[in-house]
Protein backbone atom coordinates (compact mmCIF):
# COMPACT_ATOMS: atom_id res chain seq x y z
CA UNK A 1 0.00 0.00 0.00
CA UNK A 2 3.18 2.46 0.86
CA UNK A 3 4.39 2.17 -2.89
CA UNK A 4 0.65 2.78 -4.17
CA UNK A 5 0.52 5.80 -2.11
CA UNK A 6 3.79 6.34 -3.75
CA UNK A 7 2.42 6.13 -7.01
CA UNK A 8 -0.52 8.20 -6.29
CA UNK A 9 1.57 11.03 -4.97
CA UNK A 10 3.94 11.19 -8.23
CA UNK A 11 0.79 11.18 -10.50
CA UNK A 12 -0.53 14.03 -8.26
CA UNK A 13 2.82 15.55 -9.42
CA UNK A 14 2.44 14.78 -13.01
CA UNK A 15 -0.50 15.78 -13.64
CA UNK A 16 0.21 19.24 -12.55
CA UNK A 17 3.36 18.91 -14.49
CA UNK A 18 2.30 18.39 -17.26
CA UNK A 19 -0.99 20.59 -17.74
CA UNK A 20 -3.59 18.02 -16.35
CA UNK A 21 -5.00 19.15 -13.22
CA UNK A 22 -3.65 22.44 -11.65
CA UNK A 23 -5.34 23.24 -7.70
CA UNK A 24 -8.41 25.97 -7.67
CA UNK A 25 -7.19 29.24 -7.26
CA UNK A 26 -3.46 28.40 -6.41
CA UNK A 27 -1.88 31.70 -6.05
CA UNK A 28 -4.44 31.93 -2.90
CA UNK A 29 -3.03 28.76 -1.90
CA UNK A 30 -6.04 26.88 -3.18
CA UNK A 31 -9.31 25.96 -2.06
CA UNK A 32 -9.88 22.40 -1.04
CA UNK A 33 -11.18 19.99 -3.00
CA UNK A 34 -11.78 22.28 -5.99
CA UNK A 35 -9.76 21.52 -8.87
CA UNK A 36 -8.70 23.42 -12.91
CA UNK A 37 -8.26 20.89 -15.24
CA UNK A 38 -5.64 22.61 -17.68
CA UNK A 39 -4.41 22.76 -21.39
CA UNK A 40 -4.24 18.05 -21.50
CA UNK A 41 -6.71 17.81 -19.01
CA UNK A 42 -9.68 19.68 -21.15
CA UNK A 43 -8.49 17.24 -24.10
CA UNK A 44 -9.16 14.44 -22.00
CA UNK A 45 -12.07 15.42 -20.26
CA UNK A 46 -14.16 16.06 -23.74
CA UNK A 47 -12.57 12.74 -24.70
CA UNK A 48 -14.09 11.35 -22.22
CA UNK A 49 -17.58 12.97 -22.41
CA UNK A 50 -17.60 12.05 -25.86
CA UNK A 51 -16.86 8.78 -25.15
CA UNK A 52 -19.62 8.30 -22.87
CA UNK A 53 -22.04 10.39 -24.78
CA UNK A 54 -21.32 8.74 -28.13
CA UNK A 55 -22.15 5.10 -26.26
CA UNK A 56 -25.12 6.28 -25.06
CA UNK A 57 -27.08 8.47 -27.06
CA UNK A 58 -25.41 7.62 -30.64
CA UNK A 59 -25.40 3.82 -30.09
CA UNK A 60 -28.65 4.10 -28.65
CA UNK A 61 -31.68 5.18 -30.94
CA UNK A 62 -33.90 5.46 -28.33
CA UNK A 63 -31.68 7.99 -25.76
CA UNK A 64 -31.96 11.28 -26.46
CA UNK A 65 -30.11 14.47 -24.66
CA UNK A 66 -30.65 17.29 -22.57
CA UNK A 67 -28.68 20.59 -20.90
CA UNK A 68 -30.68 21.93 -18.39
CA UNK A 69 -30.09 24.55 -16.29
CA UNK A 70 -27.94 24.26 -12.74
CA UNK A 71 -30.08 26.21 -10.83
CA UNK A 72 -34.03 24.65 -10.36
CA UNK A 73 -37.02 25.75 -8.47
CA UNK A 74 -36.18 25.23 -4.96
CA UNK A 75 -39.39 22.34 -4.31
CA UNK A 76 -37.28 20.35 -7.07
CA UNK A 77 -35.00 19.79 -4.09
CA UNK A 78 -37.72 19.48 -1.24
CA UNK A 79 -39.77 16.75 -3.55
CA UNK A 80 -36.49 15.19 -4.47
CA UNK A 81 -36.05 14.22 -0.59
CA UNK A 82 -32.50 16.01 -0.71
CA UNK A 83 -33.69 18.90 1.39
CA UNK A 84 -34.57 16.49 4.27
CA UNK A 85 -32.49 13.66 3.24
CA UNK A 86 -29.54 14.07 1.22
CA UNK A 87 -27.09 14.18 4.68
CA UNK A 88 -23.90 12.61 5.77
CA UNK A 89 -23.22 11.50 9.57
CA UNK A 90 -20.16 13.39 10.69
CA UNK A 91 -18.35 13.33 13.61
CA UNK A 92 -14.90 15.10 14.83
CA UNK A 93 -12.42 14.24 17.11
CA UNK A 94 -11.69 16.59 19.48
CA UNK A 95 -8.23 16.30 19.94
CA UNK A 96 -7.37 16.94 16.25
CA UNK A 97 -10.52 19.02 15.68
CA UNK A 98 -10.84 16.75 12.64
CA UNK A 99 -13.78 16.12 10.71
CA UNK A 100 -14.72 12.35 9.43
CA UNK A 101 -17.95 10.76 8.20
CA UNK A 102 -18.58 8.04 10.87
CA UNK A 103 -19.43 5.76 8.13
CA UNK A 104 -16.26 6.05 6.17
CA UNK A 105 -14.17 5.55 9.44
CA UNK A 106 -16.23 2.08 9.71
CA UNK A 107 -15.90 1.34 6.46
CA UNK A 108 -12.03 1.50 6.42
CA UNK A 109 -12.38 -0.44 10.02
CA UNK A 110 -14.20 -3.26 7.72
CA UNK A 111 -11.59 -3.25 5.32
CA UNK A 112 -8.58 -4.27 7.63
CA UNK A 113 -10.34 -7.22 8.32
CA UNK A 114 -10.58 -7.89 4.68
CA UNK A 115 -7.15 -7.50 4.15
CA UNK A 116 -6.35 -9.07 6.86
CA UNK A 117 -7.76 -12.38 5.66
CA UNK A 118 -5.96 -11.86 2.17
CA UNK A 119 -3.04 -11.71 4.26
CA UNK A 120 -3.50 -15.17 5.29
CA UNK A 121 -4.29 -16.33 2.29
CA UNK A 122 -1.45 -14.94 0.60
CA UNK A 123 0.65 -16.08 3.53
CA UNK A 124 -0.35 -19.71 3.02
CA UNK A 125 -0.20 -19.78 -0.70
CA UNK A 126 3.71 -19.06 -0.95
CA UNK A 127 3.61 -21.69 2.25
CA UNK A 128 1.94 -24.71 0.41
CA UNK A 129 2.91 -24.03 -3.55
CA UNK A 130 1.44 -25.35 -5.95
CA UNK A 131 -1.15 -28.35 -3.42
CA UNK A 132 -2.89 -24.79 -1.84
CA UNK A 133 -6.73 -25.40 -2.01
CA UNK A 134 -7.74 -21.48 -1.78
CA UNK A 135 -11.32 -22.64 -1.09
CA UNK A 136 -10.60 -24.76 1.28
CA UNK A 137 -8.65 -22.81 3.16
CA UNK A 138 -11.09 -19.58 3.38
CA UNK A 139 -13.15 -22.30 4.92
CA UNK A 140 -11.63 -24.39 7.39
CA UNK A 141 -8.51 -22.00 8.57
CA UNK A 142 -9.56 -20.85 12.24
CA UNK A 143 -7.78 -17.42 12.09
CA UNK A 144 -9.71 -16.66 8.91
CA UNK A 145 -13.28 -17.79 9.89
CA UNK A 146 -12.04 -15.71 13.23
CA UNK A 147 -11.10 -12.62 11.60
CA UNK A 148 -14.51 -13.04 8.72
CA UNK A 149 -16.74 -13.70 11.58
CA UNK A 150 -15.69 -10.49 14.09
CA UNK A 151 -16.18 -8.23 10.69
CA UNK A 152 -19.55 -10.03 9.52
CA UNK A 153 -21.23 -9.02 13.09
CA UNK A 154 -19.86 -5.50 13.03
CA UNK A 155 -20.96 -4.92 9.28
CA UNK A 156 -24.58 -6.40 10.33
CA UNK A 157 -24.53 -3.59 13.22
CA UNK A 158 -23.50 -1.07 10.45
CA UNK A 159 -25.89 -1.91 8.01
CA UNK A 160 -28.74 -1.88 10.68
CA UNK A 161 -27.26 1.51 12.03
CA UNK A 162 -27.26 3.03 8.65
CA UNK A 163 -30.76 1.62 7.53
CA UNK A 164 -32.40 2.57 11.12
CA UNK A 165 -30.69 5.88 10.48
CA UNK A 166 -29.27 5.52 14.14
CA UNK A 167 -26.36 7.84 14.65
CA UNK A 168 -25.92 6.85 18.12
CA UNK A 169 -25.32 2.99 17.01
CA UNK A 170 -22.77 4.79 14.52
CA UNK A 171 -20.66 6.39 17.46
CA UNK A 172 -20.68 3.21 19.65
CA UNK A 173 -19.60 0.63 16.92
CA UNK A 174 -16.94 3.78 16.07
CA UNK A 175 -16.10 3.34 20.03
CA UNK A 176 -16.20 -0.56 20.46
CA UNK A 177 -14.03 -1.17 17.47
CA UNK A 178 -11.43 1.18 19.32
CA UNK A 179 -11.23 3.25 15.86
CA UNK A 180 -8.55 6.07 16.69
CA UNK A 181 -8.47 9.43 14.71
CA UNK A 182 -5.28 9.10 12.16
CA UNK A 183 -3.75 12.78 12.87
CA UNK A 184 -4.00 12.34 17.00
CA UNK A 185 -4.63 8.61 17.61
CA UNK A 186 -7.01 9.17 20.35
CA UNK A 187 -10.74 8.40 21.01
CA UNK A 188 -11.83 11.32 21.94
CA UNK A 189 -15.46 11.49 19.42
CA UNK A 190 -17.76 13.51 19.27
CA UNK A 191 -21.11 12.73 18.66
CA UNK A 192 -22.41 12.15 15.26
CA UNK A 193 -24.54 14.51 13.80
CA UNK A 194 -26.34 14.97 10.13
CA UNK A 195 -24.97 17.02 7.78
CA UNK A 196 -26.46 17.99 4.93
CA UNK A 197 -24.42 18.52 1.50
CA UNK A 198 -26.24 20.86 -0.23
CA UNK A 199 -24.38 24.60 -1.29
CA UNK A 200 -27.30 27.26 -1.19
CA UNK A 201 -27.22 30.44 -2.55
CA UNK A 202 -29.83 33.47 -2.72
CA UNK A 203 -31.32 34.54 -6.59
CA UNK A 204 -33.44 37.44 -6.65
CA UNK A 205 -31.56 41.49 -5.58
CA UNK A 206 -33.34 42.18 -2.99
CA UNK A 207 -33.86 41.61 0.76
CA UNK A 208 -37.46 40.96 0.55
CA UNK A 209 -37.44 39.10 -3.02
CA UNK A 210 -34.59 37.06 -2.70
CA UNK A 211 -35.02 33.32 -3.20
CA UNK A 212 -33.26 30.74 -1.39
CA UNK A 213 -31.47 28.07 -4.62
CA UNK A 214 -29.57 25.18 -4.51
CA UNK A 215 -26.53 24.24 -6.88
CA UNK A 216 -27.94 20.86 -8.03
CA UNK A 217 -25.90 18.03 -6.23
CA UNK A 218 -27.01 15.58 -9.08
CA UNK A 219 -27.64 16.79 -12.36
CA UNK A 220 -30.69 13.64 -12.73
CA UNK A 221 -33.39 15.81 -11.46
CA UNK A 222 -33.30 18.24 -14.18
CA UNK A 223 -33.99 15.25 -16.26
CA UNK A 224 -37.13 14.57 -14.25
CA UNK A 225 -38.43 17.67 -14.61
CA UNK A 226 -37.97 18.03 -18.01
CA UNK A 227 -39.40 14.11 -18.67
CA UNK A 228 -42.63 15.04 -20.41
CA UNK A 229 -40.90 17.99 -22.45
CA UNK A 230 -39.04 15.58 -24.03
CA UNK A 231 -41.11 12.40 -24.66
CA UNK A 232 -43.76 14.81 -26.22
CA UNK A 233 -41.53 16.81 -28.46
CA UNK A 234 -39.34 13.34 -28.98
CA UNK A 235 -42.33 11.23 -29.63
CA UNK A 236 -40.12 8.69 -27.83
CA UNK A 237 -42.10 5.58 -26.75
CA UNK A 238 -40.96 3.53 -23.18
CA UNK A 239 -38.27 2.41 -22.84
CA UNK A 240 -36.59 5.37 -23.34
CA UNK A 241 -33.31 6.53 -21.69
CA UNK A 242 -32.59 11.02 -21.59
CA UNK A 243 -28.89 11.56 -21.18
CA UNK A 244 -27.28 14.43 -19.59
CA UNK A 245 -23.36 15.74 -18.73
CA UNK A 246 -22.95 18.57 -16.66
CA UNK A 247 -21.74 20.24 -13.09
CA UNK A 248 -23.13 19.02 -9.92
CA UNK A 249 -21.95 20.59 -6.02
CA UNK A 250 -21.44 18.73 -3.08
CA UNK A 251 -20.24 20.35 0.10
CA UNK A 252 -18.36 17.11 1.23
CA UNK A 253 -17.18 17.12 4.55
CA UNK A 254 -14.29 14.97 4.06
CA UNK A 255 -12.64 15.59 0.36
CA UNK A 256 -9.86 13.67 0.22
CA UNK A 257 -7.65 11.84 -2.42
CA UNK A 258 -7.13 14.02 -5.03
CA UNK A 259 -9.61 14.69 -7.31
CA UNK A 260 -11.94 11.77 -6.38
CA UNK A 261 -14.38 13.34 -4.20
CA UNK A 262 -14.50 17.40 -4.61
CA UNK A 263 -16.89 20.19 -4.15
CA UNK A 264 -17.38 20.70 -7.58
CA UNK A 265 -17.55 18.16 -9.66
CA UNK A 266 -19.14 16.56 -13.28
CA UNK A 267 -21.57 14.00 -13.81
CA UNK A 268 -22.87 11.65 -16.77
CA UNK A 269 -25.99 10.76 -16.38
CA UNK A 270 -28.85 8.79 -17.89
CA UNK A 271 -32.27 7.71 -16.64
CA UNK A 272 -33.94 5.20 -18.72
CA UNK A 273 -38.03 5.24 -18.33
CA UNK A 274 -39.32 1.82 -18.36
CA UNK A 275 -43.39 -0.03 -17.69
CA UNK A 276 -43.76 -0.80 -13.94
CA UNK A 277 -42.34 -4.04 -13.17
CA UNK A 278 -39.91 -4.02 -16.47
CA UNK A 279 -37.30 -2.39 -14.12
CA UNK A 280 -34.78 -4.90 -12.58
CA UNK A 281 -34.65 -6.46 -16.00
CA UNK A 282 -33.51 -2.78 -17.72
CA UNK A 283 -31.46 -2.85 -14.64
CA UNK A 284 -29.30 -6.12 -15.43
CA UNK A 285 -28.96 -4.68 -18.88
CA UNK A 286 -27.66 -1.40 -17.96
CA UNK A 287 -25.58 -3.20 -15.39
CA UNK A 288 -23.75 -5.04 -18.06
CA UNK A 289 -23.68 -2.81 -20.73
CA UNK A 290 -21.74 -0.15 -18.38
CA UNK A 291 -19.56 -2.43 -17.19
CA UNK A 292 -18.73 -3.20 -21.02
CA UNK A 293 -18.18 0.33 -21.81
CA UNK A 294 -15.28 0.34 -18.83
CA UNK A 295 -14.06 -2.55 -20.06
CA UNK A 296 -13.54 -1.81 -23.39
CA UNK A 297 -10.95 0.64 -22.56
CA UNK A 298 -8.42 -2.42 -21.56
CA UNK A 299 -6.90 -2.26 -18.54
CA UNK A 300 -8.15 -5.37 -17.68
CA UNK A 301 -10.95 -7.05 -15.93
CA UNK A 302 -9.25 -7.37 -13.03
CA UNK A 303 -9.61 -3.60 -12.37
CA UNK A 304 -13.60 -3.74 -12.17
CA UNK A 305 -15.58 -4.91 -9.82
CA UNK A 306 -19.43 -4.39 -9.18
CA UNK A 307 -20.42 -3.29 -5.14
CA UNK A 308 -24.11 -4.04 -4.46
CA UNK A 309 -25.40 -1.52 -1.88
CA UNK A 310 -26.35 -2.82 1.63
CA UNK A 311 -27.82 0.56 1.97
CA UNK A 312 -30.45 1.68 -0.63
CA UNK A 313 -31.28 4.79 -1.36
CA UNK A 314 -34.73 6.24 0.35
CA UNK A 315 -35.59 6.11 -3.83
CA UNK A 316 -34.51 3.03 -5.05
CA UNK A 317 -35.34 -0.79 -4.91
CA UNK A 318 -31.76 -1.96 -6.67
CA UNK A 319 -28.06 -0.88 -6.72
CA UNK A 320 -25.17 -1.51 -7.40
CA UNK A 321 -21.80 0.46 -8.05
CA UNK A 322 -19.68 -0.20 -10.56
CA UNK A 323 -15.77 0.26 -8.58
CA UNK A 324 -12.17 0.32 -9.80
CA UNK A 325 -8.74 -0.02 -8.40
CA UNK A 326 -7.69 3.30 -7.50
CA UNK A 327 -4.16 3.39 -6.25
CA UNK A 328 -6.23 3.69 -2.57
CA UNK A 329 -8.53 0.87 -3.24
CA UNK A 330 -11.17 -0.30 -4.84
CA UNK A 331 -13.29 2.96 -5.26
CA UNK A 332 -17.11 3.78 -6.79
CA UNK A 333 -16.70 5.17 -10.09
CA UNK A 334 -20.71 4.69 -11.42
CA UNK A 335 -23.81 3.94 -9.82
CA UNK A 336 -26.25 2.35 -11.06
CA UNK A 337 -29.93 2.82 -9.80
CA UNK A 338 -33.00 1.30 -10.01
CA UNK A 339 -34.95 4.31 -8.73
CA UNK A 340 -38.56 3.66 -8.92
CA UNK A 341 -41.32 5.99 -9.75
CA UNK A 342 -40.29 7.73 -6.66
CA UNK A 343 -39.16 10.98 -8.13
CA UNK A 344 -41.70 11.13 -10.61
CA UNK A 345 -44.09 10.73 -8.23
CA UNK A 346 -43.18 13.14 -5.96
CA UNK A 347 -42.75 16.08 -8.53
CA UNK A 348 -46.47 14.91 -9.47
CA UNK A 349 -47.21 15.37 -5.93
CA UNK A 350 -45.30 18.83 -5.48
CA UNK A 351 -45.99 20.20 -8.73
CA UNK A 352 -49.90 19.55 -8.74
CA UNK A 353 -48.73 18.56 -12.54
CA UNK A 354 -49.35 15.31 -13.92
CA UNK A 355 -46.61 13.57 -15.46
CA UNK A 356 -47.80 10.12 -16.76
CA UNK A 357 -46.91 8.47 -19.35
CA UNK A 358 -49.71 7.22 -22.27
CA UNK A 359 -48.74 3.63 -23.28
CA UNK A 360 -50.33 2.74 -26.46
CA UNK A 361 -49.78 -1.42 -26.13
CA UNK A 362 -51.17 -1.06 -22.30
CA UNK A 363 -53.80 1.54 -23.17
CA UNK A 364 -53.42 2.76 -19.85
CA UNK A 365 -51.47 5.99 -18.31
CA UNK A 366 -49.11 5.08 -15.47
CA UNK A 367 -46.04 7.02 -14.23
CA UNK A 368 -42.89 5.06 -15.38
CA UNK A 369 -40.18 3.55 -13.56
CA UNK A 370 -36.51 4.59 -14.25
CA UNK A 371 -33.18 3.43 -14.31
CA UNK A 372 -30.38 5.13 -13.75
CA UNK A 373 -26.67 5.30 -14.74
CA UNK A 374 -24.00 7.89 -12.79
CA UNK A 375 -20.81 8.43 -13.44
CA UNK A 376 -18.50 10.87 -12.71
CA UNK A 377 -16.11 12.74 -15.34
CA UNK A 378 -13.73 13.41 -12.74
CA UNK A 379 -13.31 9.79 -11.31
CA UNK A 380 -13.30 8.45 -14.14
CA UNK A 381 -10.45 10.62 -15.69
CA UNK A 382 -8.37 9.74 -12.31
CA UNK A 383 -9.34 6.21 -13.47
CA UNK A 384 -8.08 6.02 -16.56
CA UNK A 385 -4.76 8.33 -14.98
CA UNK A 386 -4.26 5.67 -12.51
CA UNK A 387 -4.34 2.82 -14.54
CA UNK A 388 -2.39 4.41 -17.53
CA UNK A 389 0.71 6.00 -15.72
CA UNK A 390 3.75 4.37 -15.14
CA UNK A 391 7.91 4.89 -15.02
CA UNK A 392 10.03 2.54 -16.99
CA UNK A 393 13.51 2.12 -16.79
CA UNK A 394 15.30 2.22 -19.80
CA UNK A 395 18.13 0.80 -21.39
CA UNK A 396 21.24 3.16 -19.91
CA UNK A 397 19.31 3.36 -16.94
CA UNK A 398 17.03 6.61 -17.77
CA UNK A 399 13.94 6.71 -16.61
CA UNK A 400 10.67 7.29 -18.68
CA UNK A 401 7.27 8.53 -17.03
CA UNK A 402 4.30 7.91 -19.83
CA UNK A 403 0.65 7.55 -19.76
CA UNK A 404 -0.32 4.81 -21.59
CA UNK A 405 -3.65 6.43 -22.91
CA UNK A 406 -6.02 4.28 -25.21
CA UNK A 407 -5.41 6.53 -28.29
CA UNK A 408 -9.24 7.37 -28.86
CA UNK A 409 -8.92 9.21 -25.48
CA UNK A 410 -5.36 10.89 -25.88
CA UNK A 411 -5.30 14.75 -26.32
CA UNK A 412 -2.90 14.68 -28.58
CA UNK A 413 -2.85 11.60 -31.37
CA UNK A 414 -0.02 12.68 -32.91
CA UNK A 415 3.24 14.81 -32.48
CA UNK A 416 4.85 16.22 -35.67
CA UNK A 417 8.75 16.80 -35.30
CA UNK A 418 11.32 17.84 -37.58
CA UNK A 419 14.51 15.38 -36.60
CA UNK A 420 16.54 19.41 -36.80
CA UNK A 421 15.06 23.03 -37.20
CA UNK A 422 16.88 23.34 -40.34
CA UNK A 423 17.58 21.91 -43.92
CA UNK A 424 13.58 22.96 -44.59
CA UNK A 425 12.62 20.15 -42.46
CA UNK A 426 10.58 22.59 -40.11
CA UNK A 427 8.65 24.22 -43.41
CA UNK A 428 8.05 20.12 -44.50
CA UNK A 429 6.43 19.20 -40.88
CA UNK A 430 4.42 22.18 -40.63
CA UNK A 431 2.95 21.76 -44.26
CA UNK A 432 2.23 18.26 -43.00
CA UNK A 433 0.62 18.74 -39.78
CA UNK A 434 -1.53 22.19 -41.92
CA UNK A 435 -2.93 19.06 -43.65
CA UNK A 436 -3.50 16.36 -40.75
CA UNK A 437 -5.08 19.08 -38.18
CA UNK A 438 -8.14 19.02 -39.57
CA UNK A 439 -8.27 15.33 -38.72
CA UNK A 440 -7.25 14.68 -35.47
CA UNK A 441 -5.53 16.59 -32.08
CA UNK A 442 -1.84 17.10 -33.26
CA UNK A 443 1.35 19.12 -31.95
CA UNK A 444 4.02 20.46 -33.20
CA UNK A 445 7.31 20.60 -31.61
CA UNK A 446 10.75 21.80 -32.77
CA UNK A 447 12.72 22.86 -29.37
CA UNK A 448 15.31 20.35 -27.75
CA UNK A 449 16.75 16.67 -29.16
CA UNK A 450 14.38 14.10 -30.46
CA UNK A 451 14.69 12.47 -27.72
CA UNK A 452 13.59 14.99 -24.71
CA UNK A 453 10.59 15.66 -27.23
CA UNK A 454 9.72 11.73 -27.11
CA UNK A 455 9.51 11.96 -23.22
CA UNK A 456 7.24 14.97 -23.68
CA UNK A 457 5.02 13.51 -25.72
CA UNK A 458 5.13 10.00 -23.74
CA UNK A 459 4.71 12.23 -20.32
CA UNK A 460 1.42 13.76 -22.00
CA UNK A 461 0.15 10.37 -23.13
CA UNK A 462 0.97 10.96 -26.70
CA UNK A 463 0.62 7.46 -28.66
CA UNK A 464 2.16 8.34 -32.00
CA UNK A 465 5.09 10.75 -32.86
CA UNK A 466 5.93 11.38 -36.48
CA UNK A 467 9.32 11.97 -37.14
CA UNK A 468 10.55 13.97 -40.49
CA UNK A 469 14.13 13.55 -41.02
CA UNK A 470 15.95 13.97 -44.16
CA UNK A 471 15.02 11.18 -46.01
CA UNK A 472 11.66 12.63 -45.91
CA UNK A 473 12.32 15.28 -48.14
CA UNK A 474 13.90 12.33 -50.56
CA UNK A 475 10.84 10.30 -50.62
CA UNK A 476 8.01 11.61 -49.03
CA UNK A 477 7.92 9.22 -45.90
CA UNK A 478 8.16 9.96 -42.20
CA UNK A 479 8.94 7.27 -39.60
CA UNK A 480 5.96 6.82 -37.01
CA UNK A 481 7.41 6.08 -33.49
CA UNK A 482 4.90 4.10 -31.43
CA UNK A 483 4.52 5.47 -27.22
CA UNK A 484 4.01 2.05 -25.68
CA UNK A 485 6.82 -0.03 -27.38
CA UNK A 486 9.33 2.66 -28.77
CA UNK A 487 9.33 0.61 -31.77
CA UNK A 488 9.36 2.97 -35.18
CA UNK A 489 7.94 2.01 -38.56
CA UNK A 490 8.59 3.73 -42.04
CA UNK A 491 5.68 5.43 -43.92
CA UNK A 492 4.59 7.60 -46.81
CA UNK A 493 2.86 11.09 -46.09
CA UNK A 494 0.08 10.06 -47.88
CA UNK A 495 -0.77 7.58 -45.87
CA UNK A 496 -0.02 9.17 -42.48
CA UNK A 497 -3.79 9.82 -41.99
CA UNK A 498 -5.45 6.66 -42.28
CA UNK A 499 -2.72 4.92 -40.35
CA UNK A 500 -3.45 7.39 -37.55
CA UNK A 501 -7.13 7.57 -37.76
CA UNK A 502 -7.51 3.88 -38.15
CA UNK A 503 -5.75 3.99 -34.45
CA UNK A 504 -7.38 6.77 -33.01
CA UNK A 505 -11.08 7.09 -33.93
CA UNK A 506 -13.45 6.41 -31.26
CA UNK A 507 -15.55 4.63 -33.25
CA UNK A 508 -13.22 1.59 -32.86
CA UNK A 509 -13.82 1.81 -29.31
CA UNK A 510 -17.38 2.57 -29.64
CA UNK A 511 -17.52 -0.54 -32.00
CA UNK A 512 -16.58 -2.94 -29.15
CA UNK A 513 -19.79 -1.69 -27.64
CA UNK A 514 -22.45 -3.47 -29.75
CA UNK A 515 -20.60 -6.74 -30.37
N1 LIG B 1 -28.01 10.72 -9.49
C1 LIG B 1 -27.42 9.72 -8.70
C2 LIG B 1 -26.20 10.15 -8.06
O1 LIG B 1 -25.85 11.32 -8.07
P1 LIG B 1 -24.16 9.26 -6.66
O2 LIG B 1 -23.72 7.84 -6.41
O3 LIG B 1 -24.32 10.15 -5.50
O4 LIG B 1 -25.51 9.12 -7.49
C3 LIG B 1 -22.91 9.35 -8.95
O5 LIG B 1 -23.14 9.92 -7.69
C4 LIG B 1 -21.46 9.47 -9.34
O6 LIG B 1 -21.03 10.82 -9.25
C5 LIG B 1 -20.49 8.71 -8.43
O7 LIG B 1 -20.38 7.36 -8.81
C6 LIG B 1 -19.20 9.46 -8.65
O8 LIG B 1 -18.53 9.01 -9.81
C7 LIG B 1 -19.66 10.88 -8.88
N2 LIG B 1 -19.52 11.68 -7.65
C8 LIG B 1 -20.37 11.76 -6.61
N3 LIG B 1 -19.91 12.60 -5.67
C9 LIG B 1 -18.72 13.07 -6.14
C10 LIG B 1 -17.74 13.97 -5.62
N4 LIG B 1 -17.92 14.59 -4.47
N5 LIG B 1 -16.63 14.21 -6.37
C11 LIG B 1 -16.46 13.60 -7.57
N6 LIG B 1 -17.34 12.75 -8.09
C12 LIG B 1 -18.46 12.48 -7.40
Known amino acids: MAQQEEVFKKLVSHCKEYGYVFPSSEIYDGLAAVYDYGQMG ?26 SAIFMHPTVWKA ?16 SKKRYRADVLIEEHLAKYDEKIEKE ?63 SGTRNWTEVRQFNLMFSTEMGSTADGAMKVFLRPETAQGIFVNFLN ?29 I ?16 PGEELKWFEHWKAFRMKWHQALGFGAEKYRFHDHDKLAHYANAASDIEFEMPFGFKEVEGIHSRTDFDL ?62 PALAPVKLAILPLVRKDGLPGKAREIMNELKFSFACQYDEKDSIGKRYRRQDAIGTPFCATI ?11 IRYRDTMAQERVTIDSLQQVIAEKTDLKYLLKQLTR
Not at 80 to 95: M, R
Not at 242 to 253: L, S, V, Y
Not at 260 to 275: A, C, G, H, I, L
Not at 469 to 479: G, S
Request: some cysteine.
Open 42 to 67: VELKNNIKKYWWDSMVLLHENVVGLD
Open 80 to 95: SGHVDAFNDPLIDNKD
Open 121 to 183: VQKAARRFGESFDEQMFRETNPRVLETRQKRDEIHARFTKALNDNNLEELRQIIIDCEIVCPI
Open 230 to 258: VQKTSRLKIPFGIAQIGKAFRNEIVARQF
Open 260 to 275: FRMREFEQMEMQFFVS
Open 345 to 406: SQHEKYSGKKLQYFDPEQNRSYIPYVVETSIGVDRMFLSILAATYCEETLEGGEVRALLKLP
Open 469 to 479: DHQTLEDNTVT
